[in-house]
Every structure is written in structure tokens, then in C-alpha cells.
């Protein structure tokens, strides 16, 4: 009977650890069963050539590519609900709206895009993006400032998350300033001086009176080009100097108004005194860079990688040394003027709504993770957190950060923007060679510039 017992009891309990074992095991067979259902997910990222490096260009193996893998395997290790694999391709800036119209023509546009976003604003207004709202908090939208977010915002909607940005201001030769006895008007080094309009048209026929000719032959005071659409973006900052707004409310050129037609007329008025490089309707901007270098000219236009640059031609013997620095735009109100480029991702519309949410996910991702964020000092971070944390390696983010106040938004978020810089420089040729009065170059401007934006409305998303 004992023995009978037993044998029952231990079937029991074989039975039972069996039963536990089978738990266990279902439990297992159950994770790795959700895991089998883990979705896979290919992105695809596209960008031009940003910065090399994850952090920056001495690490090993930098490329220009380092950064977004980096950021992906990181974000895929966190992803929870998807098997994320994100590819990332970087495309000559030539190459890149051939590259994005076929594939859009195509039916296979890239999942993000990384770039400057005035090259990009043409793809918002064909609907080939979606809107970034739903990843932009509260905290994000504190720390960088809102002249960046109008930026990048298109109509009501955020179409590009700010990660980083190419401010452009002038630069002076304060060795020139002190020669022509300027030096009350020299800035330190790590400031972007502000001076009154009064002030500029002072130390211009300074430059051109005092500057002693021995010393610095057949400079000039400061440089004018007007060749090509290429740095276009001082000549829109100097039509508004005399505060002209450019884009009405309705996102029309207002160009032709006294205050914009004063801006023309002061740019004739400085290029024939000789208060410029003569013929600036045939020099390019790289011709004024040049001719900085070479101190033939005391003021030019700059942004931190040119102005980088200089220094190191200077270091490295490829151009004479002296003391260079920054200052705004001037304007007549008194508040200078301050344009930038800002650099960030874009998520296009592949009608895929996964795809689509890891994307946002992803971009969110680096464009908040508090160490990625720091990669925006290969250019000037946007956030004025990273700003305040660099400002000891990099006293000019702190100076580059306060200036975004006075920051304007030289394409108006408008249609066609990539086709109204065809259209300007001929006019600024016109008056600087006689042809045109500054007044007709105006309406000339305004006209063509505003039929350009009518056509483009027609077919924008965005109203």
C-alpha cells in the first residue's frame, strides 16, 4: 500500500514539475515568440556632406557619414517595438534635387533627409515631407530660439527639426580699423560688434580717406558682388537695411517701396563713391574672399566656416596674417540684422505610417539626446543650452547664440525661393552698371520675384 502510495505521489509530482516546466517553457517560447513578431523596419537616411566624425574630425575613422550610423545603432538599441535597420547614404550637394526628383518620381523617396533647410523648402510646399509637430515639445521649443523654429516652419506647420546653424555676419580687418584710426569701433575678439548705420557710412569714407596707401595699396573699404545668385543672402540682408521687410504678410516681394529703393540707391551710392571693390556686377563672393585675405579689402562677408577658414590659411602661411573679426548687418532702427542657415531632418512622405513613426522617432532622437546634440558645434549649436555648456571652447556660440534675436528669415518660408535668387542678381548688375535706376530695378525685381511666387502657390500644399 506504502508502496503503491509513493509511486502515485511521485507520478504526482512528476507531473507537476513537468507542468511547471511546460510553464517555463511556454513562457520562454512566449518571448521569443514576441520577439519574432518584432517588426522589421529599413530606413533610409540621405544627407550632403555635414561635418566628419561622430563628435568631430580627428576621431578614427571619421567620415562624413560617422555621426548617423553612430545615432543608429544607439537608437536602435533603445527601440523597443520595431527591429530597426537604417541605412545612410551621403549625397553630393549637386547631385542632390536630381537624386530626390527621380526618386520621388519614382514612388521611392529616402525616410529622412538631412541638409540645410533653405535648400530643402521647395519639398514642403510639394508635399513631399510631413509635418515634425507631434516630436517637438515644450522644452525643445524653450531651449532653441523661435526665430530658428520660423525658419523652419512652413504655413502652421514645422517641417524640419533644428539641429544646427551657419549664421552669416561681416568681417573687418581691425589692423586696417586701427590704421584709418577707427579703433573706437573695433569689437573684441569673441563679440559680434554692432554698429549704427551712421557709424558704418563713418567708417567706410574713413577707410577710404585714412587708410594709409603705402601700407595697403589699392584696398578698398568694403567688398560688393553681384556675378551670381552665390551668397546671395548679404545682398537680401543689405535691401533691408534701410527697413524694408522684403515679404509682406501674404508672402509677396514688397521690395518696391521708398525703403527698399533707399536700400538700391545706397548700394549705387557706396559703389561709386569708392567706398567698394569697383565692378562688383562681375566679381563673385569668392572673389571678395579673396581679396579680403589679401587685405584688399577692410570688410567682407563671412560665415564661422569661412571665417575659420581664413584663420587657417593664415596659420598655414596661404595668406598674410592679421587681426580679423565680426560684426552684424547694420540697419537704420538701430537693430542689426542676422540671417543664418539652419541644418536639420526632414522626414518624407513614403505613405508607409510605420516607416514614417520610426522616422519621427529617429530624428527626435538625435535632435534631443543630450550628448548627440553636442556634434552641432562642427557648426553653431542651435540650442542655447549646448551654447552656454561650449561657450568656454568656443567663446563665439555664446555671441552667435544672442544674436538670434535679430534674426530674419531671408526665404520668407515662401514657394519658388530657389528661383527668386535667379532673378536678383541681374537686377543688382543693372545698378551697379547704370542701366537700371534703382527704383525700376525695384519694380523689375518685385515683378518677376512675385510671378515666380504666384506660379509656385498654384501648386503648394501649403496656404
Not at 551657419?166 to 589692423?175: C, E, K, R, S, V
Not at 509682406?248 to 557706396?270: E, H, M, P, Q, R
Not at 579689402?297 to 598674410?320: C, E, W
Amino acid at each position: 500500500m506504502f508502496k503503491k502510495r509513493f509511486i502515485t505521489t511521485a507520478v504526482s509530482g512528476l507531473l507537476v514539475m513537468s507542468a511547471l516546466a511546460g510553464c517555463a517553457q511556454s513562457k520562454d517560447t512566449g518571448t521569443a515568440s514576441k520577439d519574432k513578431v518584432k517588426k522589421d523596419v529599413t530606413l533610409t537616411v540621405m544627407l550632403t556632406p555635414q561635418w566628419k566624425g561622430v563628435q568631430g574630425p580627428t576621431e578614427p575613422g571619421a567620415d562624413y557619414d560617422s555621426f548617423f550610423k553612430y545615432a543608429a545603432k544607439e537608437f536602435s538599441k533603445k527601440e523597443k517595438d520595431y527591429n530597426v535597420k537604417i541605412n545612410v547614404q551621403v549625397i553630393a550637394s549637386d547631385q542632390r534635387d536630381e537624386l530626390l526628383n527621380v526618386k520621388l518620381n519614382g514612388g521611392t523617396p529616402p525616410d529622412i533627409f538631412f541638409e540645410n533647410t533653405f535648400a530643402m523648402g521647395d519639398y514642403a510646399h510639394r508635399g513631399a515631407l510631413v509635418p515634425l509637430n507631434d516630436i517637438v515639445d515644450a522644452k525643445a521649443k524653450k531651449d532653441i530660439d523661435a526665430n530658428y523654429w520660423k525658419s523652419v516652419t512652413f504655413g502652421k506647420d514645422i517641417y524640419f527639426y533644428p539641429f544646427s546653424h551657419m549664421p552669416g555676419t561681416l568681417t573687418y580687418n581691425a589692423d586696417m580699423f586701427k590704421a584709418a584710426g577707427l579703433d573706437q569701433y573695433i569689437g573684441g575678439k569673441d563679440e559680434i560688434k554692432t554698429w549704427s548705420m551712421s557709424d558704418y557710412e563713418k567708417i567706410l569714407n574713413a577707410l577710404k580717406t585714412n587708410l594709409p596707401k603705402d601700407k595697403y595699396p589699392n584696398a578698398y573699404p568694403m567688398g560688393l558682388f553681384a556675378v551670381n545668385n552665390q551668397a546671395d543672402t548679404w545682398n537680401l540682408a543689405y535691401l533691408r537695411m534701410f527697413g524694408n521687410q522684403f515679404f509682406d504678410k501674404k508672402g509677396n516681394i514688397a521690395l518696391d517701396d521708398t525703403k527698399g529703393v533707399k536700400a538700391l540707391s545706397w548700394l549705387k551710392k557706396i559703389h561709386d563713391d569708392g567706398l567698394t571693390n569697383p565692378g562688383a556686377e562681375s566679381v563673385s563672393s569668392n572673389d571678395v574672399l579673396s581679396m579680403f585675405k589679401n587685405q584688399k579689402l577692410a570688410i567682407s562677408f563671412t560665415n564661422p566656416v569661412l571665417y575659420n577658414n581664413t584663420l587657417a590659411d593664415m596659420d598655414a602661411g596661404k595668406a598674410p596674417k592679421f587681426d580679423v573679426r565680426l560684426a552684424n548687418i547694420p540697419s537704420v532702427s538701430g537693430k542689426p540684422l542676422s540671417f543664418t542657415y539652419v541644418s536639420g531632418a526632414a522626414v518624407f512622405n513614403t505613405k508607409d505610417e510605420t516607416r514614417i513613426k520610426v522616422s519621427k522617432d529617429f530624428v527626435k532622437f538625435f535632435s534631443t539626446d543630450s550628448e548627440l546634440v553636442k556634434a552641432s558645434k562642427n557648426g553653431v549649436p542651435v540650442r542655447s543650452s549646448v551654447a552656454k555648456e561650449l561657450k568656454d571652447t568656443n567663446p563665439l556660440f555664446a555671441a552667435y547664440d544672442k544674436n538670434a534675436q535679430y534674426m530674419f528669415n531671408f526665404t520668407g518660408g515662401v514657394p519658388g525661393y530657389s528661383q527668386l535668387r535667379q532673378v536678383l542678381f541681374p537686377e543688382l548688375q543693372a545698378v551697379y552698371t547704370g542701366q537700371k535706376t534703382p527704383a525700376q530695378a525695384a519694380k523689375d525685381y518685385q515683378t518677376q520675384g512675385n510671378k515666380i511666387i504666384s506660379d509656385a502657390k498654384a501648386s503648394s500644399v501649403i496656404k
